[in-house]
């Protein structure tokens, strides 16, 4: 299953994306707005290992930002098995930020996931740090819902996590 969107394409994985997934994953900058599962660096068996089970998982949508042929982020839809809500996730190579890539992904694939599942909610969670990526979840219909203190440990500093929420 492939989403169009003007500026990339949302796409399945595939494991010829490993060297592409390592290229842009193996980035500071990019592992520093993301919970510590994200490791850094990013080798090749990193993104070996990420394709191969996301393949394996069905219950989750997981997709690839195509961009000029490369897979250069990742995009996900992970439905809460206790209830009609689910967790978005995504990632951007730095070189496309402040594109509007990562805003338009966002909204065509929370779009796609409320008309193609029975969910009622979708929510974000976002280091207090990240601006940007707080900016492109308002941008899409979202709204902030709570603030966590010192939720999260990230490079062992606590930090807290802002939840964004939208509703069907």
């Not at 996301?54 to 982020?73: K, M, P, T, V, W």
């Not at 966002?106 to 996931?113: F, G």
Request: glycine fraction near 6%; charged fraction near 20%.
């Amino acid at each position: 299953m492939e989403i169009q969107c003007t500026k990339s394409l949302l796409r399945p994985w595939r494991i010829d994306d490993a060297l592409s997934l390592c290229k842009y994953a193996n980035n500071s900058k990019v592992s520093d707005n993301l919970r510590d599962i994200f490791p850094f660096p990013y080798t090749l068996k990193d993104a070996e290992f990420f394709i191969t089970n996301i393949a394996a998982n069905n219950n989750n949508l997981i997709l690839a930002f195509e961009i000029d042929g490369h897979a250069c982020g990742a995009i996900g839809i992970y439905p809460q098995a206790d209830s009609k809500g689910a967790e978005l996730g995504y990632w951007l190579g730095e070189q496309y930020w402040g594109n509007g890539i990562a805003t338009e992904a966002v909204s065509t694939i929370v779009e796609y996931s409320f008309n193609t599942q029975t969910l009622g909610r979708i929510y974000a969670s976002v280091f207090e740090r990240n601006k940007a990526s707080m900016r492109v979840l308002e941008k899409c219909g979202f709204e902030k819902e709570a603030i966590h203190l010192n939720a999260i440990i990230k490079n062992n500093v606590f930090v807290n996590e802002h939840v964004y929420a939208r509703y069907k």
